[in-house]
């Protein structure tokens, strides 16, 4: 019974899954749904989903079933066998009244005990298939994070530099031997098809995950060699998605950092924000929901900045933060990335070429290859995919 318990258990706990998996993505779909009048037909999936859902857990209850009715039968037969033989014995006298409410209580108490324990086998079986899942993510391999050097706060050649990176996920390498450099206060950006490599750079910069090979350093220390806690030190990051959490506005931006109310409401004012933030009905206390739910996309988006900026780290990952924003937005976002990128080292990821027309470096990625890098003069004279692509953006 157990087998077969587990045998289906899984099946049933990979159809609530789907189930699951099928509700959310039609619901976060909805709008587009709806504005492509595709109700009906986008719904197929999910009452599939039911279906199987369904199905599954007919399957599971239909295979327990014989094995709890032939529970109840002996459950039921021992029980009237001993009550019967109670009850000659206390007839022919060879018990008495004391023995015979011994008897039938006990009676009452094992069988109850077993005829429990026998229907919490099937959920022991569920509960099992649950834990072998929540065993296999915590089987996964952690990034190691047993290093001991420190990033040094002397000036080097190089704040950021990338020797012969390759990575891959799983067996397939996406980056091959990636070099450059950016030098203290440099802005360097990546540049390059979607799915080219360029948000894998800046992930294995942020150690993310580890480089298959080649070496990542900051101030000459390679970044395995440094505790990820000290790396966050030396490394803020903007997301082109960005995650509010369902607080205040002004905890969104302290982020246990300590700061004082005074200086939240600076990073507030050089990210922008401070004017909105202000039209608030409680202000800096007021709450935005899971996500900045009650937050515009650049209104989020300036929030995060102004966590940057509160943190006051010498390196700055940009991931195309401007790439979906509004012109109005976006002009406030760049004032407020030049006042978080000042005298600071960036790594900018954008699609819009004209954001990163001043950058010291435009490293040009090409299938997970760096194709061309220099400034922008330098990348236009060599007439190859950067000048193309600049070309298709005019």
């Known amino acids: 019974?157990?087998?077969c318990s587990l045998a289906d258990a899984k099946t049933r706990q990979e159809s609530i899954e789907g189930l699951t998996s099928a509700?959310?993505?039609?619901?976060?779909?909805?709008?587009?749904?709806?504005?492509?009048?595709?109700?009906?037909?986008?719904?197929?999936?999910?009452?599939?989903a039911f279906r199987d859902s369904r199905t599954a857990n007919l399957s599971f209850e239909e295979h327990i079933?014989?094995?709890?009715?032939?529970?109840?039968?002996?459950?039921?037969?021992?029980?009237?066998?001993?009550?019967?033989?109670?009850?000659?014995?206390?007839?022919?006298?060879s018990i008495t009244n004391v023995y015979f409410v011994g008897v039938v209580l006990f009676l009452f108490s094992i069988f109850s005990s077993v005829k429990h324990l026998f229907q919490q086998s099937t959920r022991l079986t569920i509960m099992k298939n649950s834990l072998d899942r929540i065993n296999e993510v915590f089987a996964e391999a952690e990034i190691t994070d047993s290093g001991i050097a420190k990033i040094s706060d002397d000036e080097t050649d190089a704040e950021i530099e990338f020797r012969?990176?390759?990575?891959?996920?799983?067996?397939?390498?996406?980056l091959h031997d990636i070099s450059f450099t950016a030098k203290k206060g440099q802005m360097a950006a990546l540049v390059g098809e979607s799915g080219s490599g360029k948000t894998t750079i800046a992930s294995l910069l942020s150690r993310f995950w580890d480089v298959g090979s080649g070496e990542i350093l900051i101030r000459n220390t390679n970044i395995r060699d440094v505790?990820?806690?000290?790396?966050?030190?030396?490394?803020?990051?903007?997301?082109?998605?960005?995650?509010l959490f369902n607080d205040t506005i002004y905890n969104n931006i302290a982020m246990g950092s300590g700061a004082s109310r005074d200086e939240v409401i600076e990073a507030a004012k050089k990210a922008r924000c401070y004017d909105f933030i202000m039209s608030q009905p409680y202000g800096f206390d007021t709450m935005i929901g899971e996500g900045g739910a009650t937050l515009s996309g650049g209104e989020a988006q300036r929030i995060s900045i102004a966590r940057c900026i509160l943190?006051?780290?010498p390196i700055i990952i940009l991931d195309e933060a401007t790439a979906n924003i509004d012109a109005d937005n976006e002009r406030s976002i760049q004032q407020a990335m030049s006042e978080l990128c000042r005298n600071k080292t960036v790594l900018v990821i954008a699609h819009?070429?004209?954001t990163i027309a001043n950058a010291d470096k435009i490293i040009v990625i090409d299938k997970g290859h760096i194709a061309e890098q220099g400034?922008?003069?330098?990348?236009?004279?060599?007439?190859?995919?950067?000048?193309?692509?600049?070309?298709a953006n005019a």
């Not at 509700?23 to 999936?45: C, D, H, N, Q």
């Not at 039968?73 to 206390?90: P, R, W």
């Not at 400034?375 to 070309?391: H, K, P, Q, T, V």
């Open 1 to 3: 019974m157990i087998r």
């Open 23 to 48: 509700v959310l993505e039609y619901a976060e779909g909805l709008p587009v749904i709806k504005s492509y009048g595709m109700t009906r037909e986008s719904a197929i999936e999910m009452r599939k």
């Open 65 to 93: 079933l014989p094995y709890e009715i032939a529970m109840m039968i002996l459950y039921g037969a021992g029980m009237t066998g001993i009550l019967a033989s109670a009850i000659y014995l206390l007839q022919q006298g």
């Open 164 to 174: 012969n990176v390759s990575f891959g996920y799983g067996k397939e390498d996406i």
């Open 227 to 243: 505790k990820i806690s000290d790396l966050m030190e030396h490394i803020s990051m903007v997301f082109q998605r960005v995650y």
């Open 311 to 313: 943190k006051d780290a």
């Open 352 to 354: 819009r070429l004209y």
């Open 375 to 391: 400034n922008r003069d330098e990348l236009l004279s060599l007439g190859g995919i950067y000048s193309r692509m600049e070309a």
